[in-house]
T-cell receptor
Framework: GAVVSQHPSRVICKSGTSVKIECRSL??????MFWYRQFPKKSLMLMAT?????????EQGVEKDKFLINHASLTLSTLTVTSAHPEDSSFYIC????????????FGPGTRLLVL | AQKVTQAQTEISVVEKEDVTLDCVYE???????LFWYKQPPSGELVFLIR??????QNEISGRYSWNFQKSTSSFNFTITASQVVDSAVYFC????????????????FGRGTSLIVHP
């Protein structure tokens, strides 16, 4: 159990367009979801934490107007990269935790975004 | 200061060699969790182990073993008889409760150790 999916797995877009990435918990209800960003050969950097039905909490230095997060249900969170630019190209990973066992995060497979 | 230090950036071994990946952490919490994840070239993080701060028992799972020592704040990971399929980046992570986050434990990841196993 505890499977998290992401869609799309890979996306290429033109500079200036917006891209939406979906994160779904497939077999459990995720009270909290997290969004990470990973540059090549680098570690994971937490971008934001989102709880269902409330506003996301962004980490310092992450632009909330740039990276819009919506956690509409207990199984779905979306990250929208607005007006994407080449420097937004990265690997975006989501994770989710259950109501019980909050210390363990279950990670999605990641989405590779390339902005041309 | 880094909370999770993986001093080895890259390790290269020949198949069947044993290899130990080091992880040193820093926390003031008495309750915390430590994790190891494997990230193959595909990018997906594969969960390997979770250990809570009250459980210092070492663990062995097949060719994998973990040595948790609170006295030295270390949580090292050993692969015995390494195989080419073990080639990946391995991340150690520390989870501490963050106040005001609804009880969420927020992990801090080390920088990762890239393991290359040559045939």
């Amino acid at each position: 159990g505890a499977v998290v999916s992401q869609h799309p797995s890979r996306v290429i877009c033109k500079s200036g367009t917006s891209v939406k990435i979906e994160c779904r918990s497939l077999d459990f209800q995720a009270t909290t979801m997290f969004w990470y960003r990973q540059f090549p050969k680098k570690s994971l950097m937490l971008m934001a934490t989102s709880n269902e039905g409330s506003k996301a909490t962004y980490e310092q230095g992450v632009e909330k107007d740039k990276f819009l997060i919506n956690h509409a249900s207990l199984t779905l969170s979306t990250l929208t990269v607005t007006s994407a630019h080449p420097e937004d190209s990265s690997f975006y990973i989501c994770s989710a935790t259950r109501e019980w066992g909050k210390e363990t995060q279950y990670f999605g497979p990641g989405t590779r975004l390339l902005v041309l | 200061a880094q909370k999770v230090t993986q001093a080895q950036t890259e390790i290269s071994v020949v198949e069947k060699e044993d290899v130990t990946l080091d992880c040193v952490y820093e926390t003031r919490d008495t309750t915390y969790y430590l994790f190891w994840y494997k990230q193959p070239p595909s990018g997906e993080l594969v969960f390997l182990i979770r250990r809570n701060s009250f459980d210092e028992q070492n663990e062995i799972s097949g060719r994998y073993s973990w040595n948790f020592q609170k006295s030295t704040s270390s949580f090292n990971f050993t692969i015995t008889a390494s195989q080419v399929v073990d080639s990946a980046v391995y991340f150690c992570a520390l989870s501490e409760a963050r106040s005001g986050a609804g009880g969420s434990y927020i992990p801090t990841f080390g920088r990762g150790t890239s393991l290359i196993v040559h045939p």
